[in-house]
């Protein structure tokens, strides 16, 4: 196996996660059509993409901008392309994809590059299709943690946030996803969590009140480490 410093740095392996076990969430925003073009965009070590071929869908390819992790993905057999230039790659590959993924990949861009970024992932996708991604809350309780846990983290998202910029990108449909984070809890104890989390967010606004402390009106209160939303045009 080929690594980089930053997966080593991280601590990450090739063979973190079940290959098999693609998120309840994920599993529920893909195409229903197991042939669709997917892109896994920043595909890293190639986790999600295992998932997908073993979950069927035999058209998925990563792509990132690591070479080593390309490299490592092409030794396990997975489909992956370097990306030197976004731009250069989503006009070679415009109108391709009936879906994109990106799962935790936004949050290590600059932040004056993310929209224009956005706007050329949006070019690469078939009419009908759909980007979805993943980014560290920066609302949820452990939100300064993300922020600062990956060095190479350029900026946090809060839903109002991710909303003004994928809005801005041109995508007039957005949706956010598994917003209670129980998507993967056993049947047996998400009636559980669902009770605490009513709790936790009346204390949450009874303390607002107390403070004074108020949030963007517009904005989806999200509380979960992780946003999770589909865009579409």
């Known amino acids: 196996m080929k690594f980089d410093d930053y997966f080593q740095l991280r601590g990450v392996s090739a063979d973190a ?11 529920r925003a893909l195409p229903a059509d197991r042939q669709a073009p997917i ?8 986790r999600h993409l295992r998932q997908l071929l073993h979950a069927g869908y035999t058209r998925a390819m990563g792509a990132d901008v690591s070479r080593a992790a390309i490299e490592t993905c092409r030794d396990a057999g ?7 230039d976004l731009d250069d790659f989503a006009r070679e590959h ?6 994109i993924l990106m799962s935790h990949v936004l949050e290590h861009l600059p932040k004056d590059e993310i929209i224009g970024a956005c706007k050329s992932i949006r ?11 993943a980014v560290p809350n920066a609302q949820s309780r452990t939100g300064c943690y993300w ?5 190479t983290h350029q900026t946090m998202f809060t839903s109002g946030s991710l909303l003004y910029v994928l809005r ?30 009513w709790a936790y967010r009346a204390n949450t606004r009874f303390w607002d009140r107390v403070t004074s402390n108020a949030y963007h009106a517009p904005s989806p209160v999200i509380l979960g480490w992780e946003l999770k939303a589909i865009a579409r045009e």
Request: with cysteine.
């Open 39 to 46: 892109l896994d965009l920043g595909c890293g070590l190639g």
């Open 17 to 27: 996660g079940n290959p098999g076990a693609l998120p309840a969430w994920l599993r």
């Open 123 to 133: 070019s690469m996708l078939s009419p009908g299709g759909a980007l979805c991604l």
């Open 94 to 99: 415009a109108g391709r994809f009936a879906f």
């Open 147 to 151: 922020a600062y846990e990956d060095f």
């Open 78 to 84: 997975l489909r992956a392309e370097p990306v030197a």
């Open 168 to 197: 801005a990108a041109g995508f007039s449909s957005v949706e956010f996803l598994d917003v209670d984070g129980l998507a993967d809890t056993p049947a047996g104890t998400r009636w559980i969590k669902r009770c605490l989390l």
